[in-house]
T-cell receptor
Framework: GEDVEQSLFLSVREGDSSVINCTYTDSSSTYLYWYKQEPGAGLQLLTYIFSNMDMKQDQRLTVLLNKKDKHLSLRIADTQTGDSAIYFCAEVTGGSYIPTFGRGTSLIVHP | GAVVSQHPSRVICKSGTSVKIECRSLDFQATTMFWYRQFPKKSLMLMATSNEGSKATYEQGVEKDKFLINHASLTLSTLTVTSAHPEDSSFYIC??????????????FGPGTRLTVL
């Protein structure tokens, strides 16, 4: 199976919270990332979390890491139409500096 | 913040021709640049890693004679798709690691280049 897995789609109503989930297999992951890709554009780093942290909050974004279950989530509060994009989860393991990406979750925000 | 540009943003070419894509770090020097290929609904696939002044390191399954990478300076890397075929049509994204970065995992991504081969 894939090293980093994400569901492909998520649809939410504007103003609601979005939660995008990601699971990974490598227990030696050091950093985990969330990237945002808008249509026809490259990747923008949204946030990252070091593997010894459980949670990181940055304005509307909350990242939760469950290292035991190898589960990472990104919560976007008060989701707006401008948040519609593909969100990639990625990990970097000790000894490597090249991230392994998930397939991306397409977030669709509707009125 | 650090900016990486790619040129062109879109290119359409005939089968059999070669296409060059440029990746530039605009406000920093990049010791290492990466080239990714993105398929629809698929993850980014790392194609190769290039270090300034040396040969690129290609990932398994990537043809080095087909995808020529040159990293001639600390701010420019080029990817040339030689004798392009329709199956080479894809979205190509580069990223660059700053020379000054303390963290080795820091990468800044370019906006991508959409290649369509007819």
């Amino acid at each position: 199976g894939e090293d980093v897995e994400q569901s492909l789609f998520l649809s939410v109503r504007e103003g609601d919270s979005s939660v995008i989930n990601c699971t990974y297999t490598d227990s030696s992951s050091t950093y985990l990332y969330w990237y945002k890709q808008e249509p026809g554009a490259g990747l923008q780093l949204l946030t990252y979390i070091f593997s010894n942290m459980d949670m990181k909050q940055d304005q509307r974004l909350t990242v939760l890491l469950n290292k035991k279950d190898k589960h990472l989530s990104l919560r976007i509060a008060d989701t707006q139409t401008g948040d519609s994009a593909i969100y990639f989860c990625a990990e970097v393991t000790g000894g490597s500096y090249i991230p392994t990406f998930g397939r991306g979750t397409s977030l669709i925000v509707h009125p | 913040g650090a900016v990486v540009s790619q040129h062109p943003s879109r290119v359409i070419c005939k089968s059999g021709t070669s296409v060059k894509i440029e990746c530039r770090s605009l406000d920093f020097q990049a010791t290492t640049m990466f080239w990714y290929r993105q398929f629809p609904k698929k993850s980014l696939m790392l194609m190769a890693t290039s270090n300034e002044g040396s040969k690129a390191t290609y990932e398994q399954g990537v043809e080095k004679d087909k995808f020529l990478i040159n990293h001639a300076s600390l701010t420019l890397s080029t990817l040339t798709v030689t004798s392009a075929h329709p199956e080479d049509s894809s979205f190509y994204i580069c990223s660059a690691r700053p020379r000054s970065s303390v963290r080795t995992d820091t990468q800044y991504f370019g906006p991508g280049t959409r290649l369509t081969v007819l």
